[in-house]
């Protein structure tokens, strides 16, 4: 499911860098882009979009205002990615405040990019899965989007996306590459192989090779049997 994704920023060449960000991650689709608070709004209600990445500062209105408006009574839901200066601790508390859960704070390059949307990625497709989910997942799922650093994983890795990729892994019926698992996750092939070797050096997955008719023979991956009732670490 691809996540339609509309980017708001008074600064046109930085809403352009977020465009050519989100045009790297496979989950991710930019359906519009809005430099006002009023172009804002009106995108969000003709196009509505999933998520929509929201710069605090635009000429018009603040964003927190426009923020409240797109959480008010009778609008289509949408999640928000709030856009800040590192400087100004103050709007970004008043952000929290509002309700927003997911940030960014300028300036990042794109790895951090990556691994905020990634997360939120994750949370998103687990949330839209069939079936009930309790007070406790709910809880932690948001957690984890509020969380800015997971220092139990190495650099560039998130526990939301560590989730994903496992119980997509431990979910599969038989053995799957990375290619597999990006098509299956919406996350790129990359980013797919670094998490799944990560699980392998955990000693959740096991690593096996399959020899084709010709070139390098593919990793294929598959969740150990010892691992079955074991949370991803």
């Given at each position: 499911?691809?996540?339609?994704?509309?980017v708001v920023?008074?600064?046109?060449?930085?809403?352009d860098?977020?465009?050519?960000?989100?045009?790297r991650?496979p989950?991710?689709?930019?359906?519009g882009v809005?430099?006002?608070?009023?172009q804002?709004?009106?995108m969000?209600d003709e196009?509505r979009?999933d998520?929509v990445?929201?710069?605090?500062?635009?000429p018009?209105?603040?964003g927190?205002?426009v923020?409240?408006?797109?959480?008010?009574?009778?609008?289509?839901?949408v999640d928000?990615?709030a856009?800040?200066a590192?400087?100004?601790v103050?709007?970004l508390?008043?952000?929290?405040?509002?309700?927003?859960a997911?940030?960014?704070v300028?300036?990042f390059?794109?790895?951090a990019?990556?691994?905020?949307?990634?997360s939120?990625?994750?949370?998103?497709?687990?949330?839209a899965?069939?079936?009930d989910v309790d007070?406790?997942?709910?809880d932690?799922?948001?957690g984890?989007?509020?969380?800015d650093?997971?220092?139990?994983l190495?650099?560039?890795?998130?526990?939301?996306t560590l989730e994903?990729?496992?119980?997509?892994?431990?979910?599969a019926?038989g053995d799957?590459?990375a290619?597999?698992?990006a098509?299956?996750?919406g996350i790129?092939?990359?980013?797919a192989r670094?998490?799944?070797?990560?699980l392998?050096r955990?000693g959740l997955v096991t690593i096996?090779?399959?020899?084709?008719?010709?070139g390098r023979p593919?990793?294929?991956y598959?969740?150990?049997?010892?691992?079955?009732?074991a949370?991803?670490a």
């Amino acid at each position: 499911m691809t996540i339609r994704t509309l980017v708001v920023d008074d600064d046109f060449r930085v809403a352009d860098v977020h465009r050519g960000f989100l045009e790297r991650l496979p989950a991710f689709a930019t359906v519009g882009v809005a430099h006002t608070a009023a172009q804002a709004l009106a995108m969000a209600d003709e196009l509505r979009p999933d998520l929509v990445l929201l710069d605090i500062y635009l000429p018009d209105r603040s964003g927190l205002e426009v923020l409240r408006e797109l959480r008010a009574p009778g609008r289509p839901p949408v999640d928000v990615i709030a856009i800040t200066a590192a400087k100004d601790v103050e709007t970004l508390r008043a952000a929290l405040r509002s309700g927003i859960a997911h940030y960014l704070v300028k300036p990042f390059q794109f790895n951090a990019f990556r691994e905020k949307l990634e997360s939120y990625a994750a949370a998103h497709a687990r949330l839209a899965r069939p079936g009930d989910v309790d007070q406790s997942e709910v809880d932690r799922i948001v957690g984890l989007l509020r969380a800015d650093t997971v220092s139990a994983l190495p650099k560039g890795l998130s526990t939301a996306t560590l989730e994903l990729v496992a119980r997509t892994v431990q979910g599969a019926r038989g053995d799957l590459s990375a290619v597999d698992l990006a098509q299956a996750t919406g996350i790129s092939r990359v980013t797919a192989r670094r998490y799944l070797e990560h699980l392998a050096r955990s000693g959740l997955v096991t690593i096996s090779m399959r020899y084709g008719s010709a070139g390098r023979p593919e990793h294929r991956y598959h969740w150990t049997r010892t691992a079955a009732s074991a949370e991803p670490a």
